[in-house]
């Protein structure tokens, strides 16, 4: 199994993937993917199966134990080349030549790429007639190590002359002696990884141990350096960093993310929970570069703020604490928990019914499965109009057994008690009624744009050069471009089915504003065609204004991606918008 065969089984772990983005993932034509697929099945037969599915090829394993060892007891060429980088001072093109097996031209190509890979997470520096070397501190050599040992132990503890089953033998026993390494916000199998990784690598002793050196003479390892003070020393300098994250500093934080993005999307809860979450980030940081569990593309289109918020925290927390956060992914998905959570004022709802047992049942479901809505009870046509007078009502409940009388307000029957079904679409309704209503508002005409972007250029180089166009004409400001661009240099760039979303919160009187830019020549956005822009300004203190990225994901996810690469008017983009199910 090459390189390029156990990346395709990597890729199609985490989701399925068509052939076209499987061959421009790993850079091959789409009949090399295709012969890939069938070696990779008669080699994995009764192992694992990849499919042709609806959407692309799926990967099924049948004998995840066997899956497990094949894939546990197999490096890739990046990982064998970290680990020489790991282990070593400097490695040198011969030496990885005779390691890999692979010509010096594809080595330097290699290396170049891994560079880029990991340019936020190593120092990699190349010398001339030196070699390659990690510009890192002891420490940092060692997380790598652990990370590898844990990621694929048979394979690296083999490299180290190790037994395989030691990772296994000593997480065990650590389990049994957690007392002894004061580590509390590790597992054992992270903790038992650092323990191998300081025995391989040694570390500078500045604390003395006896308690872990006999948790290692039980696990069989045998030693006459004190690799127990080295591991309680390299442990006491993590816990230090981890003694200074409290909730109070997380708090501090948070108040400057605010302050930035004027949103207000943090409590306690948060608070707590950012805290443990690094506090066990840098107890065990994971550099190796992330193959994500899970595509979380969706909730990110849902809560685009609330990730811009997350990528603005961890580079303050990186500043304040003098770490290297990773996985802003996670940092994310606690705000968007966080930004549902945020108390604003209820939707009105009128139940009009004229059986009060009913409206009653009825009244106490709703708020009990949609929190955020107040139900009021109209048991006749004058309470209706009353309420309609006295409330800013989103929607009418029809319960009546009678006709509803003539109304504006959007309404929606139900049937004696209501359903699941109910719910649910009153749910979507809810969405959709208000952004449905001011669309225009929100999406004007009089600001839509023809872009004349240079052909090839970047989408960084496009987006500048948008943005300072839209200055000039007085539709942004300078501070919103700042905070645009700045965004999108971030990358994680919010793409919704082939329309760019550039965005940022802003503190003008307009609650939300979606300017549609169809741009001369299409530009590629991590690795997605784009050819039509939604520039985005969002008042976060408007609790309608962050739905309606919701309802752009469903609405514009449910269009044929040909048909939005295809718009070329404002008109056209509005009309899609419109279009009924």
């Given at each position: 199994?090459?390189?390029?065969?156990?990346?395709?089984?990597?890729?199609?772990?985490?989701?399925?993937?068509?052939?076209?983005?499987?061959?421009?993932?790993?850079?091959?034509?789409?009949?090399?993917?295709?012969?890939?697929?069938?070696?990779?099945?008669?080699?994995?037969?009764?192992?694992?199966?990849?499919?042709?599915?609806?959407?692309?090829?799926?990967?099924?394993?049948?004998?995840?134990?066997?899956?497990?060892?094949?894939?546990?007891?197999?490096?890739?060429?990046?990982?064998?080349?970290?680990?020489?980088?790991?282990?070593?001072?400097?490695?040198?093109?011969?030496?990885?030549?005779?390691?890999?097996?692979?010509?010096?031209?594809?080595?330097?190509?290699?290396?170049?790429?891994?560079?880029?890979?990991?340019?936020?997470?190593?120092?990699?520096?190349?010398?001339?007639?030196?070699?390659?070397?990690?510009?890192?501190?002891?420490?940092?050599?060692?997380?790598?190590?652990?990370?590898?040992?844990?990621?694929?132990?048979?394979?690296?503890?083999?490299?180290?002359?190790?037994?395989?089953?030691?990772?296994?033998?000593?997480?065990?026993?650590?389990?049994?002696?957690?007392?002894?390494?004061?580590?509390?916000?590790?597992?054992?199998?992270?903790?038992?990884?650092?323990?191998?990784?300081?025995?391989?690598?040694?570390?500078?002793?500045?604390?003395?141990?006896?308690?872990?050196?006999?948790?290692?003479?039980?696990?069989?390892?045998?030693?006459?350096?004190?690799?127990?003070?080295?591991?309680?020393?390299?442990?006491?300098?993590?816990?230090?960093?981890?003694?200074?994250?409290?909730?109070?500093?997380?708090?501090?934080?948070?108040?400057?993310?605010?302050?930035?993005?004027?949103?207000?999307?943090?409590?306690?809860?948060?608070?707590?929970?950012?805290?443990?979450?690094?506090?066990?980030?840098?107890?065990?940081?994971?550099?190796?570069?992330?193959?994500?569990?899970?595509?979380?593309?969706?909730?990110?289109?849902?809560?685009?703020?609330?990730?811009?918020?997350?990528?603005?925290?961890?580079?303050?927390?990186?500043?304040?604490?003098?770490?290297?956060?990773?996985?802003?992914?996670?940092?994310?998905?606690?705000?968007?928990?966080?930004?549902?959570?945020?108390?604003?004022?209820?939707?009105?709802?009128?139940?009009?019914?004229?059986?009060?047992?009913?409206?009653?049942?009825?009244?106490?479901?709703?708020?009990?499965?949609?929190?955020?809505?107040?139900?009021?009870?109209?048991?006749?046509?004058?309470?209706?109009?009353?309420?309609?007078?006295?409330?800013?009502?989103?929607?009418?409940?029809?319960?009546?057994?009678?006709?509803?009388?003539?109304?504006?307000?959007?309404?929606?029957?139900?049937?004696?008690?209501?359903?699941?079904?109910?719910?649910?679409?009153?749910?979507?309704?809810?969405?959709?009624?208000?952004?449905?209503?001011?669309?225009?508002?929100?999406f004007p005409q009089t600001l839509t744009a023809q872009f004349k972007n240079e052909e090839h250029a970047t989408w960084h180089a496009v987006i500048q050069d948008l943005t300072t166009s839209f200055v000039e004409k007085g539709i942004i400001s300078a501070s919103e471009q700042e905070k645009i661009v700045s965004r999108e240099s971030e990358g994680n760039n919010l793409v919704i089915n082939h329309l760019a979303v550039p965005h940022c919160t802003t503190n003008r009187g307009t609650p939300f504003i979606g300017i549609f830019v169809h741009l001369e020549h299409p530009v590629q956005i991590e690795g997605e065609t784009v050819q039509n822009v939604l520039l985005s300004c969002i008042n976060p203190n408007?609790?309608?204004?962050?739905?309606?990225?919701?309802?752009?994901?469903?609405?514009?996810?449910?269009?044929?991606?040909?048909?939005?690469?295809?718009?070329?008017?404002?008109?056209?983009?509005?009309?899609?918008?419109?279009?009924?199910?």
């Open positions: 199994m090459n390189e390029r065969q156990m990346n395709l089984i990597q890729l199609l772990l985490h989701q399925n993937q068509t052939g076209p983005e499987l061959a421009k993932k790993l850079t091959a034509s789409k009949r090399t993917i295709l012969r890939d697929i069938h070696a990779l099945n008669d080699e994995l037969i009764l192992i694992a199966q990849i499919t042709a599915v609806q959407d692309g090829y799926s990967l099924s394993i049948s004998n995840e134990e066997r899956f497990n060892q094949i894939f546990k007891t197999t490096a890739t060429d990046a990982e064998l080349i970290l680990f020489e980088l790991a282990t070593r001072d400097f490695v040198t093109l011969d030496d990885l030549s005779d390691i890999l097996f692979l010509s010096k031209p594809m080595l330097t190509e290699k290396i170049t790429l891994l560079k880029q890979n990991y340019t936020k997470r190593l120092k990699i520096i190349s010398k001339k007639n030196y070699g390659h070397f990690l510009d890192e501190p002891k420490s940092r050599k060692v997380i790598l190590l652990a990370n590898l040992i844990l990621q694929k132990p048979a394979f690296f503890l083999a490299k180290l002359g190790l037994a395989p089953t030691l990772l296994e033998q000593l997480t065990e026993n650590i389990r049994s002696a957690r007392d002894a390494f004061s580590y509390e916000h590790a597992h054992s199998a992270q903790i038992a990884s650092l323990c191998v990784s300081i025995y391989a690598l040694q570390y500078d002793i500045r604390l003395t141990d006896t308690k872990i050196n006999d948790c290692l003479r039980q696990s069989d390892m045998s030693f006459s350096d004190d690799i127990g003070s080295m591991i309680r020393t390299f442990l006491a300098e993590q816990n230090q960093i981890i003694d200074s994250i409290t909730t109070g500093k997380i708090l501090d934080l948070l108040q400057m993310t605010y302050d930035e993005h004027q949103a207000p999307v943090y409590d306690m809860e948060l608070a707590v929970s950012l805290a443990n979450h690094l506090k066990r980030s840098i107890a065990y940081p994971i550099i190796l570069a992330d193959k994500k569990l899970h595509n979380i593309a969706n909730i990110k289109a849902l809560y685009p703020l609330a990730f811009d918020l997350s990528i603005h925290f961890i580079g303050l927390v990186n500043q304040t604490f003098d770490v290297l956060i990773y996985d802003i992914d996670l940092v994310g998905l606690y705000f968007s928990c966080a930004m549902d959570r945020v108390k604003t004022a209820p939707i009105e709802l009128v139940l009009f019914s004229n059986q009060y047992a009913v409206a009653s049942i009825n009244k106490q479901t709703i708020e009990r499965a949609i929190p955020e809505v107040n139900v009021t009870l109209a048991m006749n046509a004058a309470e209706l109009q009353n309420s309609l007078q006295n409330q800013a009502v989103k929607l009418i409940l029809n319960n009546h057994d009678g006709p509803l009388p003539i109304v504006s307000i959007t309404s929606y029957t139900i049937r004696q008690i209501m359903t699941e079904m109910d719910l649910r679409f009153i749910r979507d309704l809810l969405e959709k009624i208000d952004i449905e209503r001011h669309l225009e508002d929100y408007v609790r309608n204004e962050l739905k309606i990225f919701s309802y752009l994901y469903y609405t514009l996810n449910k269009i044929d991606s040909s048909v939005i690469l295809s718009w070329q008017t404002h008109a056209e983009f509005m009309a899609s918008l419109k279009q009924k199910d």
